[in-house]
């Protein structure tokens, strides 16, 4: 499994997190459950920034459910007051049975109708502790499995193109991944499409951006030039570009400013 830490931008900001592994029969649904729980202190905030996966969630909230779409830039939340989320980090294999056109949803959310899973859900969370986020991970699970159904042959083959993309370091160009997969660049663009609602291309650099951040936030001393030629930048000046644009600030202001 790759590193769940990627993506959270400032853990020293992060309220109690979970991630927790799908059960068996999920596995090809879903990459991994989160559950952050929060109680703030009244009158204060806590604001969380993300570089999000390049996959859609489906989340469970006391409020309702929603499904969120793929991202392409920096996503921001501020906490108050006392609360939870269960989410899911869906496997390109579930995405048809849940939305026509994942690429609409791009970079937004849609409330979603499963008053089931929500009521299922909410019992869970109100038992409170590890046995109840074991219980929501798993009627979660339950739900979803008997959402999709059975999975054939492409929605497997999107599951490992994602796996690739998202997973994959030395998989720097479309081209690599579609020689990998035994297919052709453009099959490899519609399932993108199709299956999670981003390019191939946008993928791998969400993933690449993912990785910068975290070499940067864990090792202070990382050379910046050294970091973007082994993740496959031109140069320094374009993953500087890539921080500015996606997170509106520059690998060394992140570095001074990651606790």
């Excluded at 690739?164 to 479309?174: F, I, K």
């Amino acid at each position: 499994m790759m590193d769940t830490r990627r993506g959270i931008l400032y853990p020293a900001r992060m309220p109690e997190f979970h991630r927790l592994p799908p059960p068996t029969g999920a596995a090809e649904l879903v990459e991994w459950f989160w559950i952050p729980e929060w109680d703030v202190e009244q009158g204060r905030v806590s604001r969380q920034d993300v570089i999000a996966f390049p996959a859609l969630n489906l989340v469970v909230q006391p409020d309702g459910v929603e499904l969120v779409g793929a991202s392409t830039t920096a996503t921001r939340r501020d906490l108050t007051g006392r609360g939870w989320g269960v989410g899911a980090l869906l496997r390109p294999a579930s995405v048809p049975a849940l939305v026509d056109d994942p690429a609409a949803l791009r970079d937004d959310s849609v409330p979603f109708d499963a008053v089931g899973l929500h009521r299922s859900v909410c019992e869970a969370m109100g038992e409170g502790g590890p046995a109840g986020r074991e219980r929501a991970v798993q009627v979660f699970a339950d739900w979803l499995v008997e959402r999709v159904g059975e999975i054939d042959t492409v929605p497997r083959q999107a599951n490992e193109m994602s796996t690739m993309l998202m997973g994959d370091a030395t998989v720097l160009r479309a081209e690599d991944a579609a020689a990998r997969l035994a297919m052709s660049v453009r099959t490899l663009q519609r399932l993108a499409h199709r299956y999670v609602g981003l390019s191939p291309a946008a993928m791998i650099r969400r993933r690449r951006l993912q990785e910068a951040a975290q070499r940067v936030r864990d090792q202070p001393d990382v050379d910046l030039a050294a970091l973007a030629a082994e993740l496959g930048y031109a140069d320094h000046a374009h993953l500087t570009n890539d921080f500015r644009a996606v997170l509106n600030i520059t690998p060394r202001a992140y570095r001074s400013a990651r606790g």
